[in-house]
């Protein structure tokens, strides 16, 4: 027997250090692909801003975001680069505009970050004048194994993923069965994206990614604008909405949801009213329930209402937390006040 448990504990102990050299060998393997990353990141901010024709003499303005930013929903006239440049009539102080967009689709506040901080680190040869980050979005969707579009049965712990890099790489390589998983699907119910704890350490790191990049932009002299993902409420609808309250009010909840919206078909916004409250008495985190109570209390004219249920909305979707990423924004950098920019 005691041989059985010394054979046992000797597998355990050899799995054990095979494990840690897997790992240390993946963080030196990381390590270098990190600083070759580092080298294409400054020859890609160079050759962005030569091709801007960003030099000491032009006001050089440096954007970093995802999708939105890059403008990939836009014609190439109408991305937000080229609408601050129009609002500012090409010139800040005399000097030429010139926008550096270093955006791309599926970048979260970390790849924009990196990117800045390349920026930050060769400004002698970028010469930054203004650094502007919009992002907030993609954190929440990039926390799934196969980036959102897909989930796998064999799931690595958030936890787990964001202390080693095996673990990374297992998440990435997408082990196990896969299913679509739809973003824009419009069931009532719906499944969470992240469960609550992943979802706030995901709010902590946005935290921390932030305030370290005020941290650097502060201590390089270059003024930086962060903003976080804007959205018309009023047009706005739940990508996903989630019942997190008492399952044995499920169905109770759902019927008089489906009453409220029998009532709104028949333009009995009153009704609709009504059963819209009764049902956030039941459960009051419901995104989707939030935004079809502000849409009725608007048609009204219960215009406080209306606000405070379609933020709710908002706030409560199952894929972002617009007013708790704002705060973060607001917060970060010690709320220190901006100069405007004279235009000409």
């Not at 990423?325 to 709320?335: D, F, H, T, V």
């Amino acid at each position: 027997m005691s041989r059985i448990v010394a054979k046992l504990m000797l597998l355990i102990g050899t799995c054990i250090v095979g494990l840690l050299i897997l790992e240390v060998g993946a963080r030196v393997l990381a390590a270098t692909s990190r600083s070759r990353g580092q080298q294409r990141l400054d020859e890609e901010v160079l050759a962005a801003a030569a091709e801007a024709g960003a030099d000491q003499r032009t006001f050089n303005v440096y954007y970093f975001g995802g999708s939105t930013m890059r403008g990939s929903v836009f014609a190439p006239q109408f991305t937000i680069p080229k609408a601050v440049n129009y609002m500012l009539d090409e010139h800040v102080a005399g000097r030429p505009v010139r926008s550096i967009n270093l955006a791309d689709s599926g970048m979260d506040l970390e790849d924009s970050v990196s990117r800045l901080l390349r920026v930050v680190a060769r400004k002698d040869d970028a010469h930054p004048d203004l650094l502007v980050v919009y992002s907030g979005h993609n954190e929440f969707l990039k926390a799934h194994t196969v980036y959102a579009t897909q989930r796998i049965r064999f799931s690595v712990p958030y936890w787990l993923r964001s202390v080693s890099v095996v673990a990374r790489r297992v998440a990435r390589s997408g082990l196990g069965e896969h299913y679509r998983l739809e973003i824009d699907e419009r069931r009532l119910l719906d499944e969470p994206i992240v469960q609550s704890a992943e979802r706030e350490a995901i709010l902590d790191r946005y935290r921390s990614i932030l305030n370290r990049a005020a941290s650097v932009a502060t201590d390089a002299g270059v003024p930086l604008i962060i903003s976080t993902v804007a959205c018309n409420v009023l047009d706005w609808e739940p990508n996903r909405s989630v019942y997190r309250c008492d399952h044995g009010s499920r169905s109770r909840f759902e019927q008089t949801v489906a009453s409220g919206a029998d009532a709104t078909h028949d333009e009995d916004d009153t009704g609709a009213m009504a059963a819209f409250r009764s049902a956030s008495e039941i459960c009051a985190t419901f995104s989707e329930l939030q935004y079809r109570l502000g849409q009725t209390a608007f048609r009204l004219g219960d215009l406080e209402q209306a606000r405070a249920a379609l933020v709710a909305a908002v706030d409560h979707d199952g894929m972002a937390h617009t007013s708790r990423l704002g705060a973060e924004c607001r917060n970060s950098g010690s709320g220190q006040r901006g100069r405007r920019l004279r235009r000409r």
